[in-house]
């Protein structure tokens, strides 16, 4: 993007959680940003203060001149602003009634409302950041685990920004080299020829698929790893769920089928972020509400990344335990034999025999061995992962779609090559993949991508 700035209307929003708590602040961006603060400030003139100051004073309404609340205002003038526009952040008293009586006040005299992540867009627009840089800020508000918020301040650094900028880089050179050759074949000097070309294809194809490699825990991180509790009635699945969560989110009775409906919690576990889904017992029944929880039941299954299968190990194994088993034949999966405090029918070694998976013996009523299926998760999350300690790496679904766009992109330009298609033909599918790349940091990115992306956000954001 250029560094040329935007002419925008003022906005404001209020850009913290709505509810009691110390301090409440409403921000404001755009041209009369300070404009608008200082008809409503009383204080210093805010229109001759220095940038980058804070400064105490009240909200006063214009329009009956009573002070609303007694505030620090924290004045920022462009270009040196994360809009790059004027930014006015009011601190305020915490609470609903306040906050919202300054926002009002605000937007009545010249402020516009925010829309969703407009603060951010007006931060991409404006040359500050990149798409990549943007995603990563709302990746930083909802990072759940340490590893995930270091993932995202490494993205909001640029880091990918780079990778892609360097991989469109070595396209463009090749790209104004064939058209030297092409427009003037006389001039052969660089000798730029097919085999050049699919060269630099394979070479940015690797490293395409350096960046794909990560995506597994990249979007693992950023949306968690969908793992659902799966087992027959009352064999714990609800007990582990709370251990997990440390709370009582699920209902816990000696009783089948407590559980009627999915129930979704988000866990951090050794660093791996989890949204675990407690499911109703998968079994035979005629109660029509248990009905409708089993069939939710078998739906998570099918989405999950991870399955947790529960097996009661003070029973034998069931017709109904085989069932379960095949039915997660296809999934990571980590066997839980629980109630071993009840005595043990089931073996360890007769389990993973039958299941081909970890295997932990467990009471989850008695907390024993509990932090062996925790390290057990983490194996299985970080060992298969290549480079499961890098910073840079694809988050979203977005930019996976967009680098294997690139990816068949750039083996559509080597197999033309490799069957004698002129280079003039070959290199629309190498200009596409230049433009595809470029998607993934906004540089070629339709608007309404951009609005579809930025609408995500949240206010004040």
């Known amino acids: ?8 209307d003022t906005i404001a929003a209020i850009s913290t959680p709505i509810g009691e708590g110390g301090i409440s602040i409403v921000r404001m961006s755009g041209e009369d940003a300070v404009k608008i603060a200082n008809v409503v400030f009383k204080g210093k003139n805010l229109l001759k203060v220095p940038s980058h100051t804070i400064h105490y004073g009240h909200i006063v309404d214009p329009e009956d001149a009573q002070i609303v609340d007694e505030v620090m205002v924290s004045v920022m003038l462009a270009p040196k602003t994360f809009t790059r526009e004027n930014i006015v952040e009011i601190n305020c008293h915490g609470g609903i009634v306040v906050t919202n009586r300054i ?12 829309e969703p992540g407009e603060f951010t867009k007006r931060a991409f627009v404006n040359g500050r950041i990149d798409l990549t840089q943007a995603e990563s800020v709302m990746d930083i ?41 092409i ?33 597994a825990e990249g979007t693992a991180l950023r949306n968690g790893l ?67 929880g089993v069939e939710r039941s078998k ?14 190990a003070s029973k034998e194994l069931s017709a109904a335990d085989t069932a379960l088993i095949e039915a997660t034949a296809d999934k990571k999966r980590i066997v839980l034999l629980n109630k071993i405090d009840l005595g043990q029918k089931i073996s360890v070694a007769e389990a993973k025999k039958l299941t081909n998976s970890t295997v932990i013996a467990a009471s989850i009523l008695r907390k024993e061995n509990l932090d062996e299926l925790k390290e057990a998760i983490k ?7 290549e480079n499961s300690n890098e ?32 280079i003039d033909l070959a290199q629309i599918d190498f200009n596409g993949a230049w433009d595809t790349l470029g998607e993934i940091t906004g540089e070629s990115s339709p608007d309404e991508l951009i609005n579809q992306l930025f609408s995500q956000f949240c206010l004040g954001k």
């Open 141 to 181: 508000v909802r990072a759940k685990t340490d590893r995930a918020r270091q993932v995202a301040e490494a993205q909001l650094e640029g880091g990918l920004l780079e990778k892609v900028q360097a991989m469109r880089q070595d396209i463009l050179d090749t790209l104004a080299n064939v058209e030297v050759n």
């Open 103 to 114: 926002l009002q006040i605000l937007l009545k005299n010249g402020a516009r409302m925010a």
């Open 183 to 215: 427009d003037y074949p006389e001039y052969d000097a660089d000798k730029v020829t097919g085999e050049q070309m699919i060269k630099v294809a394979e070479a940015v194809g690797d490293q395409i698929d350096d960046l794909l490699s990560t995506a």
């Open 391 to 422: 910073q840079i790496m694809v988050t979203n679904q977005r930019q996976v779609g967009l680098l294997e766009k690139a990816k068949r992109q750039l083996q559509d330009v080597v197999q033309a090559l490799r069957a004698g298609v002129p």
């Open 1 to 8: 993007m250029g560094q040329t700035l935007t002419e925008f």
């Open 379 to 385: 194996t299985l999350f970080f060992n298969g992962i």
């Open 299 to 312: 739906k998570a299954l099918n989405k999950a990344d991870l399955v947790l299968l529960l097996l009661d």
């Open 226 to 292: 969908a793992t659902a509790i799966i087992g027959q009635p009352n064999v714990g699945k609800s007990s582990l769920l709370n251990y997990l969560t440390q709370s009582d989110t699920a209902i816990v009775t000696d009783v089948a089928g407590t559980t009627r409906d999915t129930l979704e919690e988000f866990v951090a576990v050794k660093g791996v972020p989890l949204k675990l889904i407690d499911t109703a017992g998968i079994r035979q029944t005629d109660n029509k509400v248990e009905k409708i």
